[in-house]
């Protein structure tokens, strides 16, 4: 069964651009590995630079595989030379009700 996500990446300091172009190749790489599904990913800006991305993974199973692949594994090597992994309750906007978002294009 699918599975949901949602990410929230703080980039390093002199890091915003860099993070933001790699952001934009991550979903495609999950899809031509046969990771993620087609569903349309969501990607937004919070407040504090916070990049956040909404995406599908094909399954549970494809997320533990996806432990076990090179190009996978190699992207996330690029991921954390530029950003940090963030929990969503380190936002201040997930402390509101209606957490909102900037999108990127």
Same mark, same amino acid.
């Given at each position: 069964?699918?599975?949901?996500?949602?990410?929230?990446?703080?980039?390093?300091?002199?890091?915003?651009?860099?993070?933001?172009? $790699?952001?934009?190749?991550?979903?495609?790489?999950?899809?031509?590995?046969? $990771?993620?599904?087609?569903?349309?990913?969501?990607?937004?800006?919070?407040?504090?630079?916070?990049?956040?991305?909404?995406?599908?993974?094909?399954?549970?199973?494809?997320?533990?595989?996806?432990?076990?692949?090179?190009?996978?594994?190699?992207?996330?090597?690029?991921?954390?030379?530029?950003?940090?992994?963030?929990?969503?309750?380190?936002?201040?906007?997930?402390?509101?009700?209606?957490?909102?978002?900037?999108?990127?294009?």
């Amino acid at each position: 069964m699918e599975r949901i996500v949602i990410a929230a990446y703080k980039p390093k300091p002199g890091m915003a651009a860099e993070l933001e172009t $790699l952001v934009k190749t991550h979903v495609p790489l999950l899809r031509s590995q046969g $990771l993620a599904t087609e569903r349309e990913s969501i990607i937004m800006r919070a407040k504090d630079g916070t990049i956040i991305e909404v995406f599908e993974w094909v399954s549970a199973e494809a997320i533990e595989s996806a432990h076990q692949n090179a190009a996978v594994l190699e992207m996330w090597q690029s991921y954390a030379d530029v950003c940090d992994y963030t929990p969503l309750s380190q936002l201040d906007e997930s402390q509101q009700l209606f957490a909102e978002f900037t999108p990127m294009a």
